[in-house]
């Protein structure tokens, strides 16, 4: 679940909505493939990712049940992955703050992309009690999840390419000085998914607002707000040389 805490909500649920529109549309160019395998190749890339929007909090679910040894479920949580690390970017970028908790749990749907149950409430209670400034915390069932795909014993090459992207999610994610887990956003892995749609054109307006939010809340010495994004900045600093950033 991912809360926007200041305005532009209908841009950002617009973007959010034109990336899983365009994702769940996608068919990939068979061209190239031999005849004989590409009805397999064409399986690897599924995708199934719902979304919806409930006042100001965008919800981005993954059905994980599968039939194909975790391929389509696992090529969900890649989207989900990229589309909060690069839309989270685009709207620092922008000056509009957003947190995001990400997990596993139990969920029903309700209709055709609304969904209810615990894994609402474990992602609300990351976006909302952990993450404390703009970033995506990542919770420990999601973790175990991607551990328990890279490890499943398959012979089947969509339970090899479900294993390989698993072990690719979890190189997205890092960990806090505190120990929590947080999509890196801001890493090699991000940069290299992004195809150089995010740059560092895109991240240095981010890194310049989150400074001047630190600055800001030092000078009116909030000392919550300011060690947060004083924490949120090392962060940005650690990753410059990532995106050629002086």
Request: net charge neutral; glycine share 6%; with cysteine.
């Amino acid at each position: 679940m991912m809360k926007i805490s200041v305005g532009r909500v209908l841009t950002i649920r617009d973007t959010f909505k034109n990336y899983f529109d365009s994702t769940n549309s996608y068919t990939p160019n068979l061209d190239l493939v031999h005849p004989e395998h590409r009805e397999e190749f064409a399986a690897s890339q599924k995708t199934d990712v719902n979304f919806s929007c409930i006042s100001d909090s965008v919800i981005i679910a993954v059905p994980l049940t599968s039939n194909d040894d975790n391929c389509t479920a696992i090529n969900g949580v890649f989207s989900a992955f990229i589309a909060t690390c690069g839309i989270g970017l685009m709207s620092l970028s922008a000056q509009v703050a957003m947190r995001a908790g990400l997990d596993v749990g139990i969920a029903t749907q309700i209709d055709d992309n609304e969904i209810y149950g615990p894994a609402l409430e474990r992602a609300f209670y990351l976006e909302s009690k952990l993450a404390e400034y703009p970033r995506f915390i990542v919770g420990n069932e999601l973790i175990n999840y991607l551990r328990w795909v890279e490890c499943q014993k398959s012979t089947k090459k969509l339970g090899q390419v479900a294993k390989g992207l698993a072990k690719y999610c979890s190189g997205m994610i890092t960990q806090d000085s505190v120990g929590r887990y947080m999509l890196d956003f801001l890493g090699d892995r991000m940069k290299e998914s992004s195809h150089g749609v995010i740059n560092g054109k895109l991240v240095k307006p981010a890194l310049d607002f989150v400074k001047s939010q630190y600055e800001k809340y030092s000078k009116e010495e909030n000392e919550k707000l300011a060690s947060r994004y004083f924490r949120l900045l090392l962060y940005f600093y650690s990753r410059k040389g990532v995106w050629g950033l002086k």
